[in-house]
Structure formats: C-alpha cells, structure tokens
C-alpha cells in the first residue's frame, strides 16, 4: 500500500504512436487536396464581377481623394490671398511688351468655344495621325530587335530575386487594329483637377454632373493654376500579347534542390477608359518648362487573357489562381502610374521656330545655293533629283574612265616630248631621245 501511494501510475495515451501517424498523414493529405481545389482548380470569378468590383475600388479610392481635397481647402485660407502677397519685381524690357493677363475665360471666349452647349467632336483626323505613328511603330519593331532587348533588359533588370531564373521572351505581338478617340470635350478645371463647373474631378463621366454652367468670372476661373483639360473617349478591340519563360528555383535545404519551369503568356484584349489631357504652363519663379499631363480616369476597363502552363512532365495549363495574380498585379502597376489622381507628366521643349530645326524644299540638293535656279522641291521630289543628279555625275565618271582606256590601248605610252623628238631626227635607228631630256639634244648609242 505504501508502494502504491509513493509512485502512482500515469495514465496510459489515448493514442498510440501508429494512430497518431495515421492522423498526422490524413490530415496533410486533406491540406494539400484543399490546396489543390481550392488555389489550382477553383473556378475563377467572373470577368464582369472583376470589373465591377475593382471599378468600386477605384471610385471609392478617387471620392476619398477629393473628400480630403475639399477638407483641406476649407481648412486653408483663401487661394487669392497667396496672390496678394509680395513678390519680388524684376526688371523688364520696357521694347518688348508683354501681353495682357490671360485666363481661362478669356481663351475660351477667343476661340469661340462654350463648355457648356459646344457639342463633342469626333476626332476622325486624330484617329488617321494615331494609326499612322502606331503603324510605323510596328514596322520598325519588325527591322531589329531593339525593342525584344528592351524588354528582355526591362524584365530581368538588375534586383532579380533568387528563386527566379532568367526570364526569356518567346513571343511579341503588336497587334493589328488602332485604338479609336472619340467625345472630345474641353473641361476647366483647377490646379487639383477638379472641375469648375461641377466641382467634381472628371466631372461628366461619373453620372452626378449637375446643370451648374461654368462662370468665368469666378474667383476659382480666375486663380493661379486653373487650366483646360481635354477628355476623350478611348476604345481598343485587339490582341497584344507578351509570352515569357523562366525557372522557379528552390535553393532550400541546398542549392537548386527543385526546379520548375513555368511559360506565361499575357494578352491585352479590349481598353476603354477617358484619357484627359493638360498643358501646365511655364513658371519663372520655379524656373519649370511647359508640362503636358496625361491621366486616364477612374472608370476604365482593361481585359487580359492569361495563359500559363506549369511543370516539365507533368504539366499544369491555365491555373486560374495564376491568372487572377498576374491580372492583379497589371491592374496595381496601371493604377499607379496613370489613373487619377496620379498622372504623368512630360516636359515640352520650346515651340519658337528655330532654323536649324527647320527641313523642306529651300534647302540647296547638290552644294548650290537656293538663289542659282534650284528652285523649291518638296522632300519626296528633292531626295529624287538628288538621286538622279547623283546617278548621271557617276555615268559621266564611267564614261570619262571608258574612253580614257580607249586612248591607253591605241596609242603607246610615249610622252608628248619623245613624240616631238622623234620627229624632228634623221630617222636613222640609232638616234634616241631621252625622256624628260631637253630639246634638241639626241642620245647616239651603238647598236
């Protein structure tokens, strides 16, 4: 009994170790399965609830963007206030005069345009000059490889991670049809690009535009900063597509303990959106050039067609979790960079005329000036004279050559003194003349 109350017995496991491992096995096997289901064969969502959802992400996003706009405003003095403040005056040219005050209102009442009753325009031309610059952008992408480098660089860069092995491009196509540009309007906006006459960023194109007309006498028309804005309607029906090949490399426990090789094709299929474009003009005080900006707005839409095939032998095709990832991934580079409220912006050079930019038919084809009868050509005519005017100098050439071979072979290579020399001697066969010697001094020698 003592025994028995100094070591009691411990209670015996409910399972034993074989048990055990049988769970521990099913219960990877179920995570795996579940993996299996749910990542590589779950049925992808579809391509109109995508849309819709991620418009709601981006409109909430662009609403949150104007609500602290609006907060910020009302929580800062008057914008006309930062105009009263003194500034430092420069000395100006008292010859060349400036020209008056330009604002918003009164560009517009100069060029006859109305934002509120002027009717959008087409864009048809636009559309010719679009095409004419894509196309030929295709066409030089077909001479060299250029733009294949470029984006073999592009892709694999500089901070490629350790998993990943090089990444090769083993398709590009450009496409065949052109995007088309259509309901073009002009829009005043202010220096947040909000709209004047609606108070709303991309006022017209959200569906909550109310019948309030654009005042140009309104102190937010007339403040530092308040521009026109171009919008335009966007659509492009093709197939631009991107195909690339790599390696994913398992370097754990040891160095590529793994490898599979994955092939992933990414196609553009349709765009529409409202692509807004601005001029900011220069300011001397920041001593900044003129800026054109460029952004789309928030109620675009960008379908892809992603192909992917994973594995060596055996293979996985069109895993739908992959394509929901790299669809995502487009979707946050593109929102980043040109969806609104970020844009881009781009430096313009100087548009005063310069001579030394200026190309045509005053310029002089072969040497002469333009005032000895060259007269004015176009660019096509002219590099065709100077073709022709190239081509008849080289027939002269080989003319000239010709004949002067001719004259070689009939007589012999006597100079014009040994000729003379000849003439004037007594025709014995011993009498020589010395070429290059001086006149009428013969050479007898024996024969």
């Known amino acids: 009994m003592a025994t028995t109350e100094m070591c009691p017995m411990k209670p015996e496991p409910t399972l034993s170790f074989t048990q055990g491992l049988i769970v521990g096995q099913i219960s990877v096997v179920l995570l795996i399965a579940a993996f299996i289901k749910f990542f590589i064969f779950g049925d992808a969502p579809s391509p109109e609830i995508t849309a819709t959802i991620r418009a709601a992400e981006r409109r909430s996003r662009t609403l949150a963007h104007r609500q602290s706009l609006l907060t910020l405003r009302s929580a800062t003095p008057n914008p006309t206030d930062r105009q009263q403040q003194p500034t430092l005056n420069k000395k100006k040219s008292s010859i060349l005069r400036s020209p008056p005050t330009l604002t918003i209102g009164s560009i517009l009442n100069k060029t006859y345009y109305n934002v509120d009753s002027h009717q959008p325009e087409s864009l048809d031309w636009f559309n010719v000059l679009i095409a004419q610059t894509i196309a030929q952008f295709r066409s030089d992408a077909q001479q060299d490889d250029a733009i294949l480098s470029s984006l073999t660089k592009a892709l694999n860069g500089t901070s490629r991670p350790d998993f990943l092995d090089e990444i090769k491009v083993t398709e590009l196509t450009l496409g065949e049809d052109f995007p088309i540009f259509s309901n073009c309007r002009i829009i005043p906006v202010d220096e947040d690009g909000l709209s004047l006459n609606t108070g709303r960023p991309g006022g017209g194109g959200h569906g909550g535009e109310n019948n309030k007309r654009f005042d140009a006498n ?95 032998r055996s293979r996985l095709q069109d895993v739908p979790k992959i394509a929901q990832l790299v669809e995502s991934r487009l979707h946050r580079w593109f929102d980043e960079r040109a969806v609104e409220p970020r844009f881009q912006e781009i430096a313009l050079p100087s548009l005063w005329p310069r001579k030394r930019n200026t190309r045509g038919g005053d310029d002089p084809l072969d040497g002469a ?79």
């Open 369 to 447: 000036s333009s005032s000895s009868g060259s007269g004015s050509a176009g660019k096509g005519k002219g590099r065709e004279m100077a073709k022709e005017l190239k081509l008849e100098e080289a027939r002269r050439e080989l003319r000239a050559e010709t004949a002067a071979g001719a004259r070689h072979e009939l007589n012999p290579p006597e100079t014009l003194r040994y000729r003379r020399a000849r003439g004037r001697g007594d025709g014995s066969e011993g009498s020589f003349s010395m070429p290059g010697s001086l006149p009428d001094m013969a050479l007898n020698l024996p024969t």
């Open 218 to 312: 309104s102190l937010r028309a007339k403040q530092e900063g308040s521009r026109l804005q171009a919008r335009m309607d966007v659509d492009l029906s093709d197939m631009i597509t991107l195909a690339l090949e790599t390696k994913i490399l398992l370097n754990y426990p040891k160095r590529l303990t793994a490898v599979l090789p994955v092939a992933l094709a990414v196609s553009v299929v349709r765009f529409s959106g409202t692509l807004s474009i601005s001029f900011i003009p220069s300011s001397q005080s920041q001593s900044t050039p003129t800026m054109m900006t460029f952004s789309f707005l928030d109620d675009y839409r960008l379908d892809f067609s992603v192909r992917s095939l994973v594995g060596s």
